[in-house]
């Protein structure tokens, strides 16, 4: 079992990585905090709520909450991404409970007082808790969806918590290769530094890049499967999801899950063809989900190998990129650096996991 915290910022792609964590039975999800990113820091907040709401089973019995975080990049302006997510950040979305419920209120975390407790607290704190109940051996690993900024923010304001954690795994960056410019991924775009902070802390880091994520298709032929009647006797985990799901009167599904999913796809399938041309036109890459993909089964994953990754945070047409030094060219700066898999992760050396390929269709 992997317990797991989820950094988000849905985001359609976001939505489906929440799904999974809450369904998939060998992950135990901590909790979730959100970032401004493919929406406001408002939207991305109540649109995580709407997901758990609805993937979750409805009802606050998961005892996951939502811990809204940074409004902001740590230095950059704020940049958003209504062209491929829509102005709330799950645009064309059907059968999710409207942000204004009541029932999604109720899953975003408050303290006895009534106040919010905002991303940074609630990390640590939640973390803590898993620390004092489980033996000390049990560590969290960070799921990364989004622009960086609340980890760079947890990395530098609890450095002492590093220690429970195992990994922070996350979706961002290419290996030569952008989509929100010639050279620069999404999440690390918004905030570079926030990134850099990241990959210089003394914790392993797993980076899921577009090289990767641009190889999981949501195709039209798996949508229309979703489409399928039901099989009412299944005891198939996805089937009961389904079954449960808390959104009725939806006319076109077998069920209301299959419903919203089926038009999440079809919103973020649209936005993919009308920004990048056909290329897409297959379907969107479901880049977020790989990021639980890979925790729950890293071995649907190759050719994960150390590399020195570092952002460029101040090139006139290059800010954002992730630079990885596959070839080691750099390798001479870090003569002492110990190659073992231990605790010298970070400001030296090779300091972060690059995944290169998915091994399933
Ligand atoms: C990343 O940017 C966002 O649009 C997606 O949610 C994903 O996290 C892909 O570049
Ligand atoms: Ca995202």
Not at 80 to 93: A, N, Q, R, S, Y
Not at 157 to 177: A, H, K, N, R
Not at 322 to 333: F, N, S
Request: glycine share 8%; net charge negative.
């Amino acid at each position: 079992l992997k317990t797991v915290w989820l950094d988000v910022d849905p985001g359609h792609d976001d939505a489906t990585a929440i799904m999974l964590a809450l369904n998939l039975p060998n992950i135990h999800l901590l909790g979730i905090s959100t970032v401004h990113g493919n929406a406001s820091s408002h939207h991305t907040a109540l649109n995580a709520a709407r997901c758990l709401f609805a993937f979750g089973g409805g009802a606050l019995n998961q005892n996951v909450s939502v811990y809204p975080g940074a409004s902001h990049p740590l230095i950059l302006p704020t940049k958003h991404d209504p062209e491929i997510h829509g102005p709330d950040g799950l645009g064309g979305v059907e059968g999710l409970p409207s942000a204004d419920e009541p029932s999604v209120e109720a899953f975003i975390a408050r303290d006895e007082k009534g106040v919010i407790v905002r991303a940074l607290e609630g990390m640590a704190d939640q973390i803590k808790r898993f620390r004092d109940q489980r033996s000390s051996e049990e560590k969290v690993t960070i799921v990364s969806c989004g622009p960086m900024t609340n980890l760079a923010l947890f990395v530098s304001v609890y450095p002492e918590m590093l220690e429970i954690v195992e990994q922070i795994v996350f979706m961002g960056g290419g290996v030569g290769l952008g989509n929100r410019s010639a050279v620069a991924e999404f999440n690390i775009l918004c905030d570079p530094h926030a990134a850099q902070i990241v990959l210089d802390a003394p914790v392993p880091t797993v980076m899921i890049p577009l090289n990767v994520t641009h190889t999981a298709i949501f195709t039209r032929e798996i949508q229309l499967g979703l489409l399928r009647p039901e099989n009412p006797h299944s005891t198939d985990r996805t089937e009961q999801l389904s079954a449960n799901s808390t959104s009725s009167s939806l006319p076109h599904a077998a069920t209301p899950l299959r419903h919203t999913l089926s038009t999440l796809i079809t919103f973020f399938s649209s936005t993919y063809v009308s920004t990048f041309g056909p290329q897409f036109a297959s379907g969107p890459p479901l880049h977020d989900a790989l990021t639980i993909a890979y925790v729950a089964c890293p071995e649907l994953f190759s050719e994960k190998k150390r590399h020195r990754v570092d952002v460029e945070l101040s090139g006139m047409y290059t800010r954002g990129e992730t630079v990885v030094d596959l070839y080691g060219y750099r390798d001479d700066e870090w003569k002492n650096y110990d190659d073992d898999d231990g605790r010298s992760w970070g400001r030296e050396g090779k300091n972060c996991i690059v995944v290169q390929a998915l091994n399933v269709n």
